[in-house]
């Protein structure tokens, strides 16, 4: 026969001063692990206050990517999903409460629906050739892209060909993380999205704010969002993002693996990216 409780902790019956020391002991960890910071709310709102930090984008000049520059990999959505921004998927897991606070290594990414220019979203363009800081990044150029220093830790996107154990989450197709190491699977290179304008684009400069693709050198796929694939985040539902490239019928990629490197306006009037997608969308909509 199972214990049932008929009274409140204050009539003294049966096992009253044990039932009185455990919800004294209740209480007394719920305060130390609040004077701590421990608790599940207090973890959530200080990830957030660090993550969503907003971050400052670059602004392009002559409308061209640059080393150094500080960008926004935004997907240009289709008709099953949103318009995405590659962002870091840092949880309270990953969470480093050390003096300075940061994120554990290795972190996921994820396709957040928030469109916004801050820690979780800004990834700077990197040299892995020795090109200077500053010089234009041009078509089919191997770089790195660099998370902010500080909270983000300055990891570098990094991908690898599928294992058993080692591929993504939802898809099983070839991950995408963050990692402290720059090495060759962290690198990526821009290609045209238009497969007749490819090779004509070779060592060009790359444009900003424009539909490209984002190739993994190593293993030649897109970075690409799966609107199937969803992620339960702490920022809510997101799309799960990939190393692969997805071919239609033409053999031309779909707009799965489109991305757009998005700065800020040098006018100061907002992130030029989102004029462009909102033009594209009018310019698709039927009359």
Not at 30 to 50: A, I, P, T, W
Request: charged share 20%.
């Amino acid at each position: 026969m199972t214990y049932r409780r008929l009274y409140q902790p204050k009539v003294k019956t049966g096992n009253w001063f044990e039932d009185l020391l455990i919800k004294e002991d209740t209480i007394k960890e719920f305060l130390n692990k609040r004077g701590r910071g421990e608790l599940l709310s207090q973890k959530v709102d200080f990830l957030k206050q660090n993550i969503l930090k907003p971050v400052n984008l670059s602004a392009t000049v002559n409308g061209q990517l640059h080393f150094g520059d500080v960008v926004m990999l935004v997907n240009v959505g289709g008709a099953d999903r949103e318009h995405s921004a590659l962002s870091i998927n840092a949880n309270i897991d990953n969470l480093v409460k050390t003096s300075p606070p940061s994120i554990k290594i290795p972190c996921g990414v994820s396709g957040g629906r928030g469109i916004q220019s801050c820690v979780r979203t800004a990834f700077i363009i990197t040299s892995v050739d020795g090109s200077p800081e500053g010089s234009t990044l041009h078509f089919d150029q191997s770089f790195a892209l660099r998370t902010t220093s500080g909270f983000a830790k300055g990891l570098y996107l990094t991908s690898d060909k599928p294992r058993f154990i080692k591929c993504a989450k939802k898809s099983g197709l070839q991950d995408v993380y963050l990692d402290e190491t720059l090495s060759i699977l962290s690198r990526w290179k821009i290609s045209h999205f238009d497969p007749q304008e490819r090779f004509e684009s070779e060592g060009l400069p790359v444009p900003a704010n424009e539909k490209v693709l984002v190739v993994h050198c190593m293993t030649n796929q897109g970075l690409a969002v799966l609107s199937e694939k969803q992620l339960w985040t702490a920022y809510g539902r997101e799309y799960e993002v990939v190393a692969h490239t997805f071919l239609d019928t033409h053999r031309a990629e779909q707009d799965v693996n489109f991305w757009i490197l998005g700065t800020s306006d040098p006018a100061g009037d907002g992130l030029l990216f989102l004029r462009h997608l909102q033009l594209e969308v009018h310019v698709q909509q039927p009359t």
